[in-house]
T-cell receptor
Framework: NAGVMQNPRHLVRRRGQEARLRCSPM?????VYWYRQLPEEGLKFMVY????????ESGMPKERFSAEFPKEGPSILRIQQVVRGDSAAYFC??????????????FGEGSWLTVV | SQQGEEDPQALSIQEGENATMNCSYK?????LQWYRQNSGRGLVHLIL?????REKHSGRLRVTLDTSKKSSSLLITASRAADTASYFC?????????FGAGTRLFVKA
């Protein structure tokens, strides 16, 4: 039973390039969450998606960041024109139903983005 | 903000001792969870306690929840060097699960 799969695990981008991070939720999970973790800090909520819908994007920066969870395929977190401050670990999590139902969310191993 | 806040920020103990970490939060919640993160890795779910529960056990872990004080504690008994990690509490009060900054636990062999 595969867990939450994220790729790439490590990504290096030059300033101004685009970064695409992918997340495949656990089998049977239709709810996906993205979090960002800066070094030595906790996880900051970015966005919550269900299939084809963004439910809550209150943690997403207003510019350059976008997320999608299409009907088919993985969820994508896209960062355009990356800057050094975007360097962080980006974690994806999934759950079978929304967390308001009291479900645990399960995390992937993260994607470490380094902007040089 | 609903965010949990852990204390202490860092904790160093000897193997065999107990480790206690605390978490406080600000708004009403459905449940509270504790996660563990080894350096450079993802988060591993440890235990979930619902808002109507007061205490929960899992192996060497004991979690308490006091909703009147909006606080929780995680106790790790008989600690091992392999318990060295960061521990986060996470509160859920709706769509989002919000994490605190974590407690960094170092267990010396």
């Amino acid at each position: 039973n595969a867990g939450v799969m994220q790729n790439p695990r490590h990504l290096v981008r030059r300033r101004g390039q685009e970064a695409r991070l992918r997340c495949s939720p656990m089998k049977g999970h239709s709810h996906v969450y993205w979090y960002r973790q800066l070094p030595e800090e906790g996880l900051k909520f970015m966005v919550y998606l269900q299939k084809e819908n963004i439910i809550d994007e209150s943690g997403m920066p207003k510019e350059r960041f976008s997320a999608e969870f299409p009907k088919e395929g993985p969820s994508i977190l896209r960062i355009q024109q990356v800057v050094r401050g975007d360097s962080a670990a980006y974690f994806c999590a999934s759950s079978p139903d929304g967390t308001s139902s009291g479900n645990t969310i399960y995390f992937g191993e993260g994607s470490w983005l380094t902007v040089v | 903000s609903q965010q949990g806040e852990e204390d202490p920020q860092a904790l160093s103990i000897q193997e065999g001792e107990n480790a206690t970490m605390n978490c406080s939060y600000k708004t009403s919640i459905n449940n509270l969870q504790w996660y563990r993160q080894n350096s450079g890795r993802g988060l591993v779910h440890l235990i979930l306690i619902r808002s109507n529960e007061r205490e929960k056990h899992s192996g060497r872990l004991r979690v308490t929840l006091d909703t009147s004080k909006k606080s929780s504690s995680l106790l790790i008994t008989a600690s091992r060097a392999a318990d060295t990690a960061s521990y986060f509490c996470a509160t859920t009060g709706g769509f989002k699960t919000i994490f605190g900054a974590g407690t960094r636990l170092f267990v010396k062999a």
